[in-house]
């Protein structure tokens, strides 16, 4: 059984994503909050759950190191079917991180629902920190959905200047935010600010949800 933390807009969502966490914070954490909360005065609802290694240290209070992300694509898909019996309407998956990158694997494989639209990766971490060259292209590669990433300008795990020298399918669109970090947070000094990049994050995930809607009604 999956538990869900729901965030829904005051009218009928355009869709819902189901969101996934990073490997080192919880589904509440501060930015899971704002970024829910963006999209739902946005008109998507957002329902956020938790791998089970997360989820265990709200009772155990050990913070054990997450598996592998690949042993990790049983638990989203059943987040998934869970979902599927408690929404109507068209469903994203996708994640902050590695909760992106699992939802990008799950993408790939042949079981994914029909009502799966399409991927939402925010801040995809394309390889380790200082590994630049350790890429993990490979899930975003074999997505067989669209795939929305929203990309800090000097995200740590693949900035700008590095993914402007990468090749990716057609069907993977990449939108930076300025001067934003892994977290999409700003230096000091930027004209840009936190709430302003999570906003602009979540106006493009908004809109590719509506450009996937209107290709199944078409």
């Not at 869709?15 to 930015?31: E, I, Q, R, V």
Request: a neutral charge; aromatic letters at 6%.
């Amino acid at each position: 059984m999956t538990d869900f933390l729901w965030t829904r807009p005051s009218s009928m969502p355009s869709a819902t994503l189901l969101l996934a966490h990073g490997a080192g914070a919880p589904m509440d954490s501060a930015f899971m909050t704002r970024l829910a909360e963006a999209l739902t005065s946005e008109g998507v609802a957002v329902a956020r759950f938790e791998f089970p290694y997360m989820a265990a240290r709200r009772s155990d209070g050990r913070k054990l190191p997450p598996p592998r992300a690949e042993k990790l694509i049983g638990a989203f898909q059943t987040a998934v079917q869970t979902v599927l019996h408690e929404v109507d309407g068209p469903l994203l998956i996708g994640g902050k991180s590695m909760g992106g990158r699992v939802a990008a694997m799950l993408a790939g494989g042949a079981s994914l629902p029909g009502r799966v639209l399409g991927v939402v990766c925010v801040g995809y971490p394309f390889h380790p920190t200082a590994k630049p060259e350790h890429w993990r292209l490979e899930p975003l590669q074999q997505a067989s959905r669209p795939v929305l990433i929203a990309q800090g300008e000097r995200d740590p795990f693949g900035s700008r200047a590095e993914l402007e020298a990468v090749s990716l399918p057609a069907n993977v669109e990449i939108v930076f935010l300025e001067d934003g970090n892994h977290d999409l947070g700003p230096r000091g000094q930027s004209p840009a600010t936190w709430d302003g990049n999570i906003g602009a994050a979540a106006r493009s995930i908004a809109d590719f949800a509506r450009r996937l809607g209107s290709r199944t009604s078409a």
